[in-house]
């Protein structure tokens, strides 16, 4: 019994032969072992991530026949080139861009805004709070018909209520115009999204010490400045952090609209990247085109993350 | 000793556990069926299935229902999960796309009394089964639209109900008020809201053998029947509501918003259950220039999938869901049988003559599994007409050189 006590005590100086083996074998454990610990998600991963992913990038290059896969058809890159080319999908990539240039900017403005507020000490703080969280945890499509009933251009609050205050002499009709129609599609998009955005920006704000605050009033600093010189400043990682979580959000907007336009209505001009690539894929079972344009979504949001972290990511010094 | 017996005990036990099922299931062969249907239609199903589980007792019916909405999506997963069902109740118009997708058995091919069985539907319900040289399903239930008219409104105003197409444009403008009441509302721009009084007023869609769509949805009877709808929503005769987001016309009707809807059999128990007090009047589609009314034709078909598991169950569920036992059933919660030897029978609701009249000249929607895709682009065609961004005549050009370019597809 002692002989072994003493080489397992033995340091990497002196190695025996079987010791030597014992401290290979330890850290081969030591770089194995988390992967171990990995791969069960590693395998859910793979099986309902990546392999789907790659699933679907074949699919892309086919006139896929669901059912019978044997008998699709390889088209090369044709799916792709006649996607881009079409003027459908071009307006639905315009409208999905403006819904993301409108909603991420006002969210964040906004939920800045609702954070400072929030952020006082005031009564009922853990109130406002939670009524500020709630359109986030409430499903999509229950706000959806919300809206949906709001905008309604001949029983609608909100055209009651422009009638009434004089603003508009007739009806508008929100649903029947493109245009209009993003004004209830945003609205809801801000709604929906700014209770999350305040409480991520209400984390931030938490996090810068307070002693810097009180630095500055004694310098003479006054609101307008601290938050200028501190606040901003130390809130960017978490400015950066939302900014792309949201635009990405945004990019991927989907039951809003699919709800409220009816996938497209009118004319096809309110169709966003994903309820286009739903039409495609389930209404039309074009499996190929549904594939090639969630590929081609993929390739815009990627992009476009990349642009803004390499853009706005920097060290933050104290 | 005391162990081995335990263990032999153990043992026997888990043998039986699982070799008594097995004995069971190998009796029993289940027939999965899935279908769309309403509450009541569901109720009744359930009674009808017990009835022929009684009969057949070495079937086990095993239904399940869907949303209308979500039903094509799920039919995809089963199929393409390797999971389908063995017989469904498709809508009339996603028969020739399933068919295309090699999804169905070709009802000819696998009916060796098929000829004589077919001769038994209603000509129209049965041709919706048809396509690319087969009939891959058989007509389960049909309906149509007819127009429902406020008959309180009709009277105060001096009318008749209108019996051709000038008249109820007419009656449609003179019931209008403003945005207080439209004398007609149709429920969007898809094709189904506009499809009767388009056949009524002579309109097609493509040829009968589906190649080409040029010099019938632009011919002078197709530009005709769309200026007829498009000139009574420019005169403030149509509500506006179907260019989206205004007041559904089934509730606006009740209401006394909209004088005057075309809509299906199903609004009785819609009305029964949501507007008990309101009266519904049906009339026949108005008939166009040439003197005839038509409509189009709904209804679902029954189809039995290529990888059904037990073929002959399945098609001894197929022969019941064809009876007249169980067609009458189904008429009791207001759907119409397909079965012509049960026109006129005495056991249907009253209500149902004016749509089984309508039936006999309404016509079906083109057969094609690009259907969906063609509902769209006369839907498109139809709001261009409405917002004055095309005549009803480029508008329909347009939708011609789009649909052909599909059916060369």
Redesign the interface.
């Known amino acids: 019994m002692v002989p072994v006590k003493a080489t397992q005590r033995e340091t990497l100086g002196g190695l025996t032969l079987p010791s030597k083996f014992r401290a290979l074998r330890q850290q081969l454990g030591q770089a194995v072992t988390p992967y171990l610990f990995l791969v069960p998600g590693l395998i859910l991963f793979a099986a309902f991530i990546l392999l789907p992913m790659a699933y679907s990038f074949r699919i892309s290059f086919y006139d896929w ?4 896969p044997e ?1 699709s058809e390889y088209l090369e890159l044709k799916n792709y080139q006649d996607i881009i080319e079409w003027p459908i999908f071009r307006r639905a990539v315009v409208n999905t861009l403006a819904y993301a240039a409108v909603t991420v900017p006002a969210q964040i403005i906004l939920g800045l805004g609702l954070a400072l507020l929030l952020n006082q000490k005031i009564p009922g703080q853990t109130f406002f709070r939670t009524v500020y969280y709630l359109p986030v945890i409430t499903s999509w499509v229950i706000v959806t018909l919300l809206f ?1 009933y709001l ?6 609050l909100i055209n009651y209520w422009l009638q009434r205050a004089g603003i508009i002499d007739d ?1 508008v ?4 115009d493109e245009k209009l ?1 993003m004004v209830p599609i945003h609205l809801l998009g801000i709604w929906k999204g700014l209770g999350w955005t305040a409480v991520v920006m209400l984390a931030g704000l938490q996090s810068i010490p307070r002693v810097l605050y009180e630095a500055a009033a004694v310098d003479g600093a006054d609101v307008w400045a601290q938050f200028r010189r501190i606040t901003l400043p130390l809130m960017r990682p978490t400015l950066v952090f939302l900014l792309v979580f949201l635009t990405i959000g945004a990019l991927n907007v989907y039951i809003s609209g699919l709800l409220l ?2 996938g497209g ?4 001009r309110t169709h966003f990247v994903l309820t286009l690539m739903y039409e495609e894929t ?4 074009e499996f190929g085109r549904g594939a090639a344009i969630s590929y081609l979504l993929t390739g815009l949001v990627f992009l476009i993350s990349l642009v803004q972290i390499r853009l706005l990511q920097r060290e933050i010094e104290y | 000793m005391k162990t081995k017996a335990f263990t032999l005990t153990i043992l026997l036990m888990l043998f039986m556990a699982f070799a008594m099922p097995t004995v069971q299931a190998q009796d029993k062969t289940t027939v999965r069926y899935w279908h769309t249907m309403s509450d009541p239609e569901t109720a009744k199903l359930e009674e009808l299935i017990a009835t022929f589980e009684a009969a057949h007792p070495e079937i086990d019916i095993e239904a399940t229902r869907y949303a209308y909405d979500d039903f ?2 799920a039919l ?1 997963t089963g ?2 999960g390797g999971d389908p069902p063995d017989v469904a109740r498709l809508d009339i118009v996603w028969v020739p ?1 399933f068919a295309d ?3 169905l058995e070709a009802m000819d091919e696998v009916l060796p009394d098929f000829e004589e069985r077919a001769s038994g539907f209603f000509p129209g319900p049965l041709a919706t089964n048809y396509w690319d040289g087969h009939y891959w399903g058989l007509p389960l239930n049909t309906n149509t639209q007819v127009l429902l008219y406020n008959k309180a409104q009709f009277e105060e105003a001096g009318l008749e109900p209108p019996t051709t197409v000038t008249d109820f444009a007419e009656a449609a403008c003179t019931l209008s008020s403003g ?1 207080e009441r439209y004398g007609y509302a149709l429920g ?1 721009t898809y094709f189904w809201a506009p499809a009767p009084l388009f056949y009524a007023q002579g309109g097609s869609i493509t040829d009968e053998e589906v190649t080409t769509a040029d010099g019938y949805l632009n011919s002078d009877a197709s530009v005709a029947a769309f200026q007829t709808l498009v000139d009574m929503y420019k005169a403030g005769c149509i ?3 179907l ?5 559904g016309t089934a509730s606006g009707h009740a209401d006394g918003l909209y004088s005057m809807i075309i809509d299906g059999p199903w609004m009785v128990d819609i009305y029964a259950n949501d507007y008990p007090d309101f009266e519904v009047n049906f009339a026949p589609i108005p008939a166009g220039p040439d003197g005839t009314t038509s409509s189009v034709v709904g209804g679902e078909n029954v189809v039995l999938f290529a990888d059904a598991a037990e073929k002959d169950a399945a098609l001894a569920w197929i022969d019941f869901l064809l009876s007249e036992e169980y067609q009458l059933g189904m008429a009791e919660v207001g759907v119409i049988p397909t079965l012509s030897s049960l026109a006129g029978n005495e056991a249907l609701p009253e209500y149902f003559g004016v749509f089984m009249e309508q039936l006999e000249t309404a016509q079906a929607r083109t057969p094609s599994p ?1 259907w ?2 063609i509902d ?1 682009i006369i839907n ?1 065609a139809f ?2 007409m409405l ?1 004055d961004e095309k005549s009803v005549q480029q508008a329909l050009d347009d939708a011609v050189a789009e649909i052909n370019a599909l059916l060369s597809r």
């Open positions: 026949n669901i059912i019978r008998r949906e905008f309604n251009s001949q029983a609608g009806p009709r929100w649903f029947a129609a336009t009816d209505n009118p004319l096809d389930f209404d039309y079972f | 094509r999506q995809l199929l393409a796309e997708l090699g999804a945005e969007g509500s506006p509501n260019l989206g987001g205004g007041i690009h969906s895709e769209n498109n709001q261009y917002r």
